[in-house]
């Protein structure tokens, strides 16, 4: 895949051991890497830490790429996998917090709010559960797509799908989504 003059020449210099051309690429692609982490953690922390680790795994890698796709692209999928691991640790560690039991509880439902903000954060709260109880397969197409930041040719090639199971997956998602927030009565 053919990538813009000024990124090719970086990747060129980067490869040849500059490390102010990758430090151009990584001001590049900073803010696509955090949202894509972002999207896959829920948690900025996490997603700092993870886009981290992915510029250093990508510097690390650079011989290894390519240019099958986008540099983009490829360091997209390094930042996805990254943050999928990191929120795979942290779910061990919320499975840690159980009662003394060993049962968790559900938080209360939320009461009926009277006021039309508080109904749409109720709303909000309602599809943000809904959609962390999504097999991870509908989720994580639902939460990239969500940012807006990525074409559904990279979203696809960071899930290593087709386009059109994306799509389907994205659509399904949000049907689901909306058919439980509808019997919530949201």
């Known amino acids: 895949m053919s990538e813009s003059p000024e990124v090719a020449e970086a990747l060129e210099r980067a490869r040849a051991g500059d490390p102010d051309a990758f430090g151009f690429l990584v001001d590049l692609f900073r803010e696509p890497v955090f949202r894509a982490a972002l999207a896959a953690t829920g ?7 993870a886009a981290q680790e992915a510029f250093v795994a990508a510097y690390r ?28 640790a942290m779910r061990r560690s919320c499975l840690s917090l159980e009662t003394e039991d060993g049962r968790t509880t559900d938080p209360p439902a939320p009461e009926r709010p009277a006021d039309a903000a508080l109904v749409a954060a109720s709303a909000h709260q309602a599809a943000r559960r809904l959609i962390a109880g999504l097999p991870v397969k509908l989720r994580d197409p639902l939460l990239l797509v969500a940012t807006g930041e990525h074409s559904y040719t990279e979203m696809a090639a960071m899930l290593a799908v087709p386009v059109g199971t994306l799509k389907w997956r994205i659509s399904e998602a949000r049907r689901i989504v909306r058919e439980k927030l509808e019997r919530l009565g949201y």
């Not at 983009?72 to 990191?86: E, M, P, Q, S």
């Open 61 to 88: 890698r650079l011989d290894r790429f390519r240019g099958e796709s986008s540099f983009k692209t490829w360091l997209l999928t390094i930042v996805w996998n990254k943050a999928l691991d990191r929120r795979r």
């Open 43 to 49: 948690s900025q922390a996490e997603a700092d830490d």
